[in-house]
């Protein structure tokens, strides 16, 4: 295999469920040795969350589970045991990063905080993912992805102005919290190479929420500035066509309002009625009754084309427009594959699936992938002999409850 950009970072992965392995599949995917340490029996929690493959509720068919951990080595190991600890410092003389996402206070309480494990390896950097982050008076609060992103700011002004707030789908800002988390911890670790000294990475969720490019930076920023706080349904306004509509399969999305609606119109073959000058008055595009006037001839006209006659159309006369997918048609598109962006792996539990891939290109230390996500234990014996421990070893550790 060819040379990857992360290969000669070592980490021991002690996250469990989104946030932390997300950070931490990022490493392994370009290459790091991420060494996953999961309690004995019972293994990350993210292993009892679905989908699970065939609907067969099993820890080792989460494909959440299987996909946050590709890359990734997996053995287990208890750290409230006295020997179970003994080994984790052993493992940390060999390690470059530690990643964790255990509530603040859980290290300090093993004896195994920065603080305890810096001396053991100065060089050591330690990510450390928490709700609220390691200090302040919320430190020890518990939080929710929503209660993350509607304390970031941005949700008071997501939905339609008449109903309560909206949150993006599913857990797009915990996932985002792992990747700011990744992008903190490289920094980290090759300020460690160049400064000779090691470093504690301090993420909070709220915080990488609260500051991201998404609205949320932009509105705190308006908001220092003007005291404006944006409410819901104003980011579009009564401009024209800005929105969703229903076509011939499925639905379309469209904002090309504003100076940019005669191109909206010569998608649509420049029909007379829209050539009358009503339309391009500087008031036409705040004009609700004109808006609503245009949408019903628009919806007319998606309602006779497939979404991707739409998007092609649109992409040529310049508007910014694309197809709304379902997840059968993400999977066909040819961008997606002529681009490889999709990869099949074969878990011994599942066989083959196909996942997505890579999260971006690099030509001369591409990303890879080695191994599926690990079974409970998978690598024990192979990562604890490296270790210098014998079978005999690994066979009292066992039977002790530390492996």
Same mark, same amino acid.
């Given at each position: ?60 068919? =989460? ?236 919806m007319e006209f998606t309602l006779?084309?497939?979404?991707r006659e739409l998007f092609k ?7 910014? =427009? ?41 030509e001369k230390t591409p990303w ?36």
């Amino acid at each position: 295999m060819a040379q990857q950009a992360l290969s000669d970072m070592k980490v021991i992965d002690l996250t469990h469920y989104i946030a932390g392995p997300a950070c931490t599949k990022l490493l392994a995917d370009y290459g790091a040795d991420v060494i996953k340490i999961e309690p004995p029996g019972v293994g990350d929690g993210a292993r009892n969350m679905g989908p699970f493959y065939k609907d067969d509720p099993h820890p080792e068919k =989460s494909g959440l589970f299987m996909y946050l951990n590709t890359n990734k080595r997996g053995i287990t190991l208890n750290l409230k045991s006295a020997m179970g600890k003994g080994i984790f410092k052993e493992m940390v003389k060999r390690a470059d990063v530690v990643v964790e996402n255990f509530k603040p206070g859980v290290m300090e309480r093993l004896g195994l905080s920065y603080a305890d494990i810096e001396t053991i390896n100065p060089k050591l950097v330690m990510t450390s993912i928490s709700n609220f982050g390691q200090t302040g008076p919320y430190r020890d609060y518990k939080l929710t992805e929503l209660m993350a992103f509607g304390m970031g700011g941005p949700m008071h002004s997501k939905g339609d102005p008449e109903r309560e707030p909206l949150k993006y789908g599913l857990t797009v800002s915990i996932y985002h919290s792992g990747i700011v988390a990744a992008t903190a911890t490289m920094i980290a670790f090759y300020g460690s190479r160049y400064e000779d000294m090691g470093r504690h990475v301090d993420v909070s969720i709220l915080e990488t929420q609260a500051d991201t490019v998404d609205g949320r930076l932009s509105a705190l920023v308006s908001y220092q500035y003007s005291g404006r706080v944006t409410p819901r349904g104003s980011i579009l306004g009564a401009q024209y066509p800005a929105g969703t509509f229903p076509c011939a399969d499925g639905y379309f999305r469209i904002a090309s309002g504003g100076p940019r609606f005669s191109r909206a119109v010569e998608m649509m073959g420049n029909p007379p009625e829209l050539l009358d000058p009503k339309w391009y008055t500087p008031q036409a595009p705040g004009d609700p009754a004109l808006k609503e006037e245009f949408e019903a001839y628009f919806m007319e006209f998606t309602l006779q084309h497939t979404k991707r006659e739409l998007f092609k159309m649109g992409q040529e006369t310049g508007n910014l =427009s694309a197809p709304f997918y379902s997840m059968d048609e993400v999977y066909d598109d040819p961008q997606y594959n002529e681009r490889g962006f999709f990869t099949e792996v074969d878990h011994p539990m599942t066989g083959k699936v196909r996942y997505p891939g890579r999260p971006f290109i690099m030509e001369k230390t591409p990303w890879q992938l080695r191994r599926p996500a690990p079974l409970l234990g998978q690598h024990n014996w192979e990562v604890y002999s490296e270790m210098g421990y014998a079978k005999e070893d690994l066979v009292m550790l066992r039977e002790t409850g530390t492996i």
